[in-house]
């Protein structure tokens, strides 16, 4: 089956699996296949794997393939650059700040041009915040707009699109976005290269538990993409010696998410193959029922739930739709993490009134 082979070649392209990998693929199958990459955005994943392991393609497929990979590669350049230009931008001003997510997670990858990438998400502190726009304004020549934004400011430069956040995740709870706050307050950060720069991010402990908040969160709204899953594996597998398991567990627990954390681990583990010792939790029965649960709902929405949907993205019928999706998920995973659930639908609710 198709989906069979698509897992195949994602593991095969981030741990150099030794599956058995069909010589040839017929034209529909191809065609298939690459739309399931596009909507859950591992393109570059699946492309490179094809290409390594010299599986036949029509000569269509193959132009297609060779030149969407270029494009991958060529946007992860031009990306980099603006993440090196923001550090040098920040240092000069002497503003203390991080790069999440993006190409710091790309960097733990085989090859870091592969992961397909997205826009620039740092983050400071409220302190300095307001001066990190000014700077931006005055520098740059941008005007950062919020556009109801509940986390961050945004803007484009040279093409790449930047979100400076004030709050790096809503955890609909006092307790919760305390205990999350003080885990970032309190942070020593720590550096990755990005085209030989060193680019200040969170320590691998804490950024792991927010690449894991962050896909939850848009899980839970309206769905989210394998590329955060892979994301999440490979950072897991590369800074497993810098990665405090026991820490990590202490505030998934606190924040109630120990649960949710172990059903988007069957994923990692049975899926996208990550060691299970390198999850930090022994997996079960239960863990796996909701694991498949997620799995339906991120190969069926695809990257931030984008696909399957009927009405479009704008009008009443679309926020009609939009609240069913949202319904849905509450109910298939409310078990999962209740505190945070709830808090998010009367949130949303209240949101919407």
């Known amino acids: 089956m198709t ?37 859950q955005s591992v393109c570059g994943l699946v492309i490179e794997a094809l290409i390594h392991n010299n599986i036949k393609m029509s000569q269509q497929w193959v132009f297609k393939a060779i030149s969407l990979l ?13 993440v090196v230009k923001l550090d040098r931008l920040m240092n000069e001003a002497g503003i203390n700040y991080t790069i999440v997510k993006g190409q710091v997670l790309a960097s733990y990858y085989p090859n870091s041009l592969l992961r397909q990438p997205g826009d620039i998400d740092y983050y400071c502190g409220n302190s300095v915040f307001d001066r990190a726009l000014k ?33 790096l995740v809503e955890l609909y709870g006092r307790k919760r976005n305390e ?60 800074c497993k010696g810098q990665i405090n398991i026991d820490v990590m567990n202490e505030y998934l627990h606190a924040l109630g998410m ?4 172990r059903a988007c681990g069957c994923i990692l583990v049975d899926y996208i193959g990550l060691k299970e010792v390198e999850l930090g939790y022994t997996l079960t029965n239960t863990d796996r029922r909701y694991g498949k649960r ?32 949202k319904l849905s998920h509450f109910v298939k995973f409310v078990l999962l993490a209740p505190g945070y659930s709830c808090g998010w639908l009367w949130h949303e609710f209240r949101r919407n009134l």
């Open 3 to 39: 989906i069979d082979l698509f897992f195949t070649l994602i593991r095969d392209a981030l741990w150099g699996s030794t599956e058995d990998i069909p010589l040839e693929l017929p034209k529909q199958e191809t065609g298939i296949l690459f739309s399931i990459a596009e909507q």
């Open 70 to 82: 270029e494009q991958i590669k060529q946007q992860n350049k031009i990306i980099n650059e603006g």
């Open 135 to 167: 700077v931006i304004k005055e520098q740059w020549g941008v005007t950062p707009e919020r556009d109801g934004a509940e986390k961050h400011y945004h803007f484009n430069y040279n093409g790449v699109t930047f979100e400076g956040h004030f709050k």
């Open 179 to 238: 205990c999350f706050k003080d885990l970032i307050d309190c942070d020593i950060s720590t550096e990755v290269d990005i085209d030989g720069h060193p680019i200040k991010t969170l320590s691998p402990t804490i950024h792991v538990l927010y690449v894991f908040l962050h896909l939850y969160n848009h899980l839970l709204k309206l769905g989210i993409g394998l590329r955060q899953f892979c994301d999440l594996a490979v950072m897991l597998h590369c």
């Open 258 to 261: 120990e649960k949710a954390y």
């Open 294 to 325: 997620v799995l339906n709902v991120v190969m069926f929405r695809g990257n931030m739930g984008h696909y399957n949907k009927l009405s479009g993205f704008n009008g009443w019928m679309h926020k009609v739709e939009t609240t069913g999706i």
